[in-house]
């Protein structure tokens, strides 16, 4: 089967530097963070695949690329067998565009504050000329606020009048508006109490089985990956470092980064645990260190971690897993 | 029986407004012994922060303690002169807050700051404030502590600083410890060494903590207690295991199986229908009856006042809950009978 | 602790806007502040005597065929002895001067409704002009970014280095020049207008600019692009409704500057003409006959600038404070 959406080797690359009279009268060169260094990954259709990441790991900018909200320094992403780069013509890429939405991680930011909801949630819709005449229009916008558990007469409030939890599901249903077929999930409840994100994570499974939608999901809460993804990529400083089917990243993990976070997670199933001490903190992402970015952090580092950069093969990035220095597993067992 | 490090008794914070006078917390009741942990966890909404900051006298206006008390070590603080009151933060209660930066001051070295508090607060010289800086240091993880001291707080990492605040907080030996979403900042990582670093801390010096959070994970890994707070009121108390693996009050059941655990198999959460209500619009009796699947009667009249449990549970020390379902007097089948 | 009771605030869907207008926040904070609802009352009046200046005018200032020579420089009505309430017509039966009349013998209180009519439409056009150049200056300079954005600040920076008046002078010159004579009293005023927009457009630019910045980078902005909408119609539908409120209280502290700018270019002489005079004209001829003991012809037209002024400074200064979230 073929993937429905492919992304190879995307790459992105940030110039901060400072203004140039700045660099002229200080004598400093121009400095440029690589905030994605080439990623990798393909998610079939009707999958949910994670990207998990702490800050600083790039998967908010993979996510950017992947929607096409920020153009790529180099690699590609194709979504069901179209490029988003090549897509040859305005309705060509207007057509790309319907069949791919976000839904954006603060729902206080994401939707315009002067708009009423029905507008809000209208305006795709009348973007790519779904349906013609405003009864229509106002009957499918009601059956869209209906379907993510809002009342159709809340159309006629304004977003502050709804609750965190109530406005991302206003955002959802702008997401489902346009018949959207890959939604790209960033954060998507990393800004809602327990109780509601519950709500939120239990309507997106819902919409999907109904629906047959494919996500992406970006999140750093582990515990959210894991009840949501069938697949994680776990990302560290612009890099995927393991991609595995969610049982067996949590069963077993391999990359010694994988390792560590799952043992850092303060989690409910692990109370009066005793944990390893995690070592160290993340790196400035615009001088990372050589060759394996996690080298510096990793007891299993050696010579050849220091200089060259694992590849992805297997499902992971590391050479002690390669060369058999390391068997899989989680880190009690290590 | 030993005296509390802090007592809270009945404290209600109002704030008047326009419109409303709104109840922030409602007679809120609990107690923390020496070197003990005690989470507070809610939602948004829920008056935890309030209740961190009532503590210590720092309500903002138009907020104001209404009534009730705050005992620290037996002695009544909440009714202090600010001017005492001020004394009896820096040197008695110690401070963490979510930002490391508006507890450090960035114009100043970090060495500096901590000698201060310290020469304030302690019959300590100078040189001896110094060398006890840089042993607060070390015991915080900040390696080479001797390089550190005098760099400013923008020069550390974010974790860096947390713990550099932990530092400051702990300087003046004070008897408790307040912390507000001390981790919720940092990154998975990190934030679980800044969790063990206040851990051991507080446990080798005897210093009771009051942590106040959103995230149940590190209440789990972190406290000894947990008091769990609901529209302004503590609604269950109990030590963590209890509370976590068997909830009494409905919200609280609600509540923990909301949260995604990391050997989390099940196809769907279990969500609360609906949401927190607003200050402005808190339902008479039980402020959950709105949204609890058990819901009878007396809840939307009668308000259940915290108290061990009488009925379904069993009695253990410690262990309060604010729900007519334990009370043998209102339960449903004390009505039938 | 700000979080929590702010969103215990936010009012349940009223029934209409103007009940939910009447019980807004920033409503409560206008009838709190007895300086504002003052200002306001008074800018109201002011106003409405500038409408209303042909039905309460005795006379019309701009035509010539009703001023009477003899008539000239008539002090105050009370100065003369008359008795209270003054209003006792003449024996020819006009209306008495009742503060008086200048040297083309003139009625004051005439002159003055009708130049605050002049004064108040230079103003209410500069201000409209200056804020739509300064707004969409500031949508494109902060939206596009880039070199775009370098060159519209660089070229706001340029202006600032002027004073407002330098550069209304400078136009004004080069207008008078280029037509020469054949200049009329509908471009005069336009003159003015323009110049007075051009002075005043950079504060709106780097207000609106500013709130771009941080708008543009919400989210509800990338979800407009997401659906393929091009960066007019964002900037637009979007972005303009949300950076639009702060223009306000800088235009309504802007009216009162252009209207003194207007004066200050009336009182040299580069504004309006005696024969259709603005309260800046009115009191240029009457610093005339300032030391000839003939105060009246200066006082009252000053005495209502400043009235009117300070009225709209108040107000102006009222809105920003109160539109402003950190004093709150």
């Keep these: 089967m073929r993937a429905f959406v492919e992304v190879q080797d995307l790459r992105r690359v940030f110039d901060v530097s400072k203004p140039l009279l700045n660099r002229i009268i200080e004598r400093e060169p121009r400095r440029y963070l690589t905030a994605v260094a080439g990623v990798t990954f393909d998610i079939a259709q009707g999958e949910t695949f994670a990207l998990v990441g702490e800050s600083g790991s790039g998967k908010s900018t993979v996510a950017r690329m992947v929607v096409g909200l920020l153009e790529p320094s180099g690699g590609t992403v194709t979504i069901d067998g179209t490029p988003m780069e090549g897509a040859a013509s305005a309705a060509e890429r207007q057509r790309l565009r319907r069949r791919i939405q976000m839904i954006f991680q603060d729902p206080y930011a994401s939707l315009n504050p002067r708009w009423r909801v029905d507008r809000i949630v209208s305006e795709p819709i009348r973007a790519f000329r779904l349906f013609e005449g405003e009864a229509a229009i106002r009957a499918r916008v009601g059956e869209l606020l209906a379907f993510v558990g809002l009342h159709p007469e809340d159309g006629r409030k304004f977003p502050h009048q709804f609750s965190g939890g109530q406005r991302q599901r206003v955002a959802i249903a702008r997401a489902l508006a346009s018949n959207a077929e890959f939604i790209v999930c960033d954060e998507p409840t990393s800004a809602l109490d327990v109780s509601v994100q519950a709500q939120i994570l239990n309507l997106m499974r819902d919409l999907q089985d109904r629906l047959g939608l494919t996500y992406l999901l970006i999140s750093h809460n582990l515990a959210v990956v894991r009840h949501m993804a069938t697949r994680i990529g776990v990302m560290y400083l612009g890099r995927i470092v393991e991609v595995a089917p969610s049982r067996e990243l949590f069963g077993a993990p391999k990359h010694p980064y994988t390792r560590m976070l799952l043992d850092a997670v303060p989690d409910l199933a692990h109370i009066g645990r005793r944990r390893e001490p995690v070592r160290g903190e993340i790196p400035n992402p615009i001088s990372p260190p050589s060759g394996c970015h996690f080298n510096p952090r990793c007891p299993h580092a050696n010579d050849r971690c220091r200089r060259e950069v694992p590849p992805l093969a297997d499902g992971v990035a590391c050479h002690a897993i390669h060369e058999g220095r390391l068997e899989p597993g989680r880190a009690e067992t290590v | 029986m030993t005296t509390p490090v802090l007592s809270v008794q009945d404290l209600t914070v109002e704030f008047v407004t326009r419109r409303a006078t709104l109840r922030a917390l409602d007679r809120v009741s609990f107690e923390i012994g020496p070197g003990e942990v005690l989470g507070v966890v809610g939602e948004s909404g829920a008056g935890k922060s309030v209740t961190g900051a009532a503590v210590i006298g720092l309500v903002d206006p138009p907020g104001r303690i209404a009534g009730g008390e705050v005992r620290l070590s037996g002695e009544r603080i909440d009714n202090l002169p600010a001017e005492q009151l001020r004394r009896v933060r820096g040197k008695r209660i110690g401070m963490i807050f979510q930002d490391p930066l508006t507890s450090l001051n960035p114009l100043f070295r970090i060495g500096d700051q901590l000698v201060e508090t310290i020469t304030t607060h302690t019959d300590l010289s100078a040189s001896a404030a110094r060398q006890r800086a840089l042993a607060l240091l070390t015991e915080v993880g900040i390696s080479a502590p001797e390089r550190r001291i005098d760099s400013y707080p923008h020069q550390f990492s974010g974790g860096m600083r947390q713990r550099v605040v932990i530092a400051l907080a702990l300087c003046a030996e004070p008897e408790l410890v307040i912390a507000d979403e001390p981790t919720t900042a940092l990154d998975v990582s990190v934030q679980a060494q800044i969790i063990t670093v206040l851990k051991r801390l507080c446990r080798d010096h005897g210093t009771a903590v009051m942590l106040v959070t959103h995230d149940m994970g590190v209440i789990g890994e972190t406290a000894d207690r947990v008091a769990v707070m609901y529209a302004g009121r503590v609604i269950e108390v109990g030590a963590v295991t209890d509370v976590v693996r068997h909830p009494l009050h409905p919200y609280a059941q609600g509540l923990m199986g909301a949260i995604p655990t990391l050997a989390d198999t099940a196809e769907r959460l279990a969500s609360i229908p609906g949401s927190m209500p607003r200050l402005s619009a808190i339902p008479p009796g039980c402020p959950f009856n709105p949204r609890c699947p058990y819901a009878y009667a007396p809840c939307t009249t009668i308000r259940p006042e915290l108290k061990p449990p009488g009925l379904r549970a069993p009695a253990v020390p410690g262990r309060k809950v604010a729900c007519h379902l334990y009370d043998p007097a209102l339960a449903p089948e004390a009505a039938a009978a | ?328």
């Design chain 3, 1 to 328: 602790m700000a979080g929590e009771s702010g969103s215990a605030l936010s009012d349940p869907p009223g029934p209409g806007w103007f009940a939910r207008a009447g019980d807004s926040d920033t409503f409560a904070s206008f009838k709190a502040s007895k300086v504002a609802v003052a200002a306001a009352a008074v800018t109201a009046l002011l106003f409405l005597l500038a409408l209303l200046a042909p039905l309460l005018s005795p006379q019309d200032p701009f035509d010539p065929a009703q001023l009477e020579l003899i008539n000239s420089r008539l002090p105050p009505i009370w100065t003369l002895g008359a008795s209270w309430p003054f209003l006792h017509a003449t024996a020819d039966g006009q209306w008495p001067f009742l503060l008086g009349t200048d040297d083309q013998g003139r009625d004051i209180l005439s002159a003055i409704l009708y130049g605050l009519r002049v004064s108040i439409l230079v103003g209410f056009l500069g201000v409209l002009f200056s804020a739509t150049l300064g707004i969409l200056a500031g949508l494109i300079a902060g939206y596009v970014g880039g070199a775009v954005d370098a060159a519209i600040m660089r070229v706001a920076d340029v202006q600032l280095t002027f004073p407002a008046i330098l550069i209304a002078l400078l136009i004004d010159g080069v207008v008078k020049s280029v037509m020469g004579s054949r200049i009329t009293t509908t471009a005069i005023l336009a003159v003015l207008i323009a110049s007075i927009g051009l002075s005043f457009w950079v504060q709106y630019a780097r207000t609106v600019r500013g709130s771009v910045m941080v708008e543009k980078n919400k989210d509800y902005v990338q979800a407009a692009r997401l659906i393929g909408l091009s960066s007019p119609v964002i900037m637009v539908r979007h972005v303009l409704p949300n950076v639009i409120g702060p223009v306000f209280a800088i235009a309504t502290i802007n009216f009162a500057l252009a209207i003194i700018t207007e004066a200050t270019l009336s009182f040299l002489g580069s504004g309006m003409p005696d024969t259709q005079p603005s309260l800046g004209t009115l009191i240029r001829i009457g610093n005339r006959y300032l030391f000839s003991g003939e105060w009246w012809i200066v006082a009252f037209p000053g005495a209502t600038l400043v009235l009117l002024v300070l009225a709209v400074n108040l107000l102006g200064d009222w809105l920003r404070d109160a539109l402003n979230p950190r004093l709150q």
